[in-house]
């Protein structure tokens, strides 16, 4: 017979969730990440009247390829909602699919924000879990879930700074003793990335390209720093003539195409750098910076940051789910983390 702990366990409705730009992650008490999806949905409009179709990894291979009455949207953008009502169903749609009995209707969620969102942004993701059918929902800073699963030791008096690179953002953070000693939020991240390869690509090669194939580019091919002579075949339509055309990619042009972007997370580091007190900075020099989040990815993105600000660089050990690791912990350990979380 089942102990009352152990069904409690079981019967847990509490929730984390990643809320990305890119893609959703759901963490269950007691059971770890049981859902991983692209944050996309596919909405059908018939005689006037819009109605989900899709949700999630069916609705992203939608995405460029829809007929006229079908769209294809991504409802964060930034790292923030930019449509209310879709977010709503796209979070309702992860519910249900996470907790398939009834008696998992009422979820207690904790969600993680981006460190820049506004009071107006952040009730917005709230309003959102509510309306989706969450009984209470909290919030916690992304930079401090993606320390929390990375492991770093934040509750310690000793310096230890996260930078997460993820779809919309790129967050970046100083933590001490249970608290951020100084943050910032980049709205420059992996989707910059992909619009920087389909500006490069058009630019160069006079290739007009998808964001979907700008996303297979930066992962089959994408480099911060050239160090081998890879090439990639790559199809698009030729803007002059309007007809197919393939390209041979070459890493260099990767590198070359992603520099602005990485120009400008770097500067985010350095000026972290800048205004960290120098207690702390002299343990950053021991303890080093942690990646997180799909950018941590990127090939040779740990040794151009290394590089530039001389300090050690480690990707964390599953950068993709660290910050939504993170949220489960602070969800499994509130206790703990309680000063940390926002109402």
């Given amino acids: 017979m089942l102990g009352l702990d152990k069904l409690s366990q079981i019967w847990s409705t509490d929730m984390a969730i990643d809320l990305g730009t890119a893609n959703t992650l759901v963490y269950v008490k007691g ?64 519910i249900k699919k996470v907790h398939k009995r009834k008696a998992f209707a009422n979820p207690r969620i904790l969600i993680c924000v981006p460190t ?28 401090i879930a993606a320390a929390i699963g990375a492991g770093l030791p934040i509750s310690d008096a000793t310096g230890s700074m996260v930078v997460d690179v993820g779809g919309g953002t790129t967050e970046i953070a ?22 920087a390869i389909i500006s490069y690509m058009r630019k160069t090669f ?30 698009g339509r030729d803007i002059r003539s309007g007809t197919p055309k393939e390209i041979s990619l070459k890493e260099e042009d990767t590198a070359e195409a992603l520099k602005p972007v990485l120009n400008q997370i770097l500067g985010g580091i350095k000026d972290a750098l800048e205004k960290t007190p120098p207690e702390l900075s002299a343990d950053l020099v021991d ?57």
């Fill in 31 to 94: 059971q770890g990440i049981v859902l991983n999806e692209p944050s996309v949905v596919a909405i059908i409009e018939d005689r006037g009247k819009k109605s989900v179709l899709a949700v999630g990894d069916e609705a992203k291979t939608m995405l460029g390829r829809t007929p006229g009455n079908i769209s294809a949207v991504r409802p964060l953008r930034d790292g923030v909602i930019a449509d209310f009502v879709v977010t709503e169903e796209m979070i309702k749609h992860f």
């Fill in 116 to 143: 820049g969102s506004t009071p107006v942004e952040r009730k917005a993701i709230q309003d959102s879990a509510l309306a989706a059918g969450a009984r209470k929902v909290n919030l916690i800073e992304e930079p």
């Fill in 174 to 195: 100083v933590l001490s003793l249970g608290g951020v000693v100084y943050a910032n939020s980049l709205r420059v991240a992996g989707d910059a990335m992909d619009a």
């Fill in 206 to 235: 006079n290739l007009l390209v998808g964001e979907a194939s700008a996303e297979k580019i930066k992962k089959e091919i994408g480099t911060a720093v050239a160090t081998s002579g890879n090439t990639y075949l790559m199809k």
């Fill in 287 to 343: 303890m080093g910076l942690v990646l997180t989040g799909g950018g941590a990815l990127l090939k040779n993105i740990d040794k151009l940051i290394s590089k530039e600000t001389g300090l050690p660089v480690i990707i964390a050990e599953d950068p993709l789910s660290c910050v939504a690791i993170g949220t489960g912990k602070a969800l499994d350990q509130e206790e703990t983390f309680s000063a940390m979380l926002v109402s």
